[in-house]
């Protein structure tokens, strides 16, 4: 079993109890898929993405709105 260097508990154990916690605060594990870049084929298809959405012809539009939504609306 591996120990923990620190307090000579197992990680599991620790690992367990850090996990506890977080529950008890009110949060809850999640997995998440993200795209892998190391792929070339992945990475092709995101560049190509990225390009028609920042060359799409209502993007000028969209990025207006969107600085709009982050101004102080004093």
Same mark, same amino acid.
């Given at each position: 079993m591996v120990e923990d260097s620190n307090d000579g508990k197992p990680v599991r154990a620790r690992v367990s109890r850090h996990r506890s916690k977080l529950r008890d605060a009110g949060l809850? #594990? +999640?997995?998440?898929? +993200?795209p892998d870049t190391a792929n @070339? !084929? +992945? $990475? =092709? $298809?995101? &560049?190509?993405? =990225? %390009? &028609? +959405?920042?060359?799409? #012809?209502?993007? !000028?539009? !969209? $990025?207006?709105?969107? %600085?709009?939504? @982050?101004?102080? #609306?004093?």
């Open positions: 809850k #594990p +999640v997995q998440l898929w +993200v @070339t !084929d +992945v $990475r =092709s $298809r995101l &560049q190509d993405l =990225s %390009y &028609q +959405v920042e060359n799409y #012809p209502g993007a !000028d539009d !969209d $990025r207006a709105f969107l %600085y709009a939504l @982050t101004q102080d #609306p004093e």
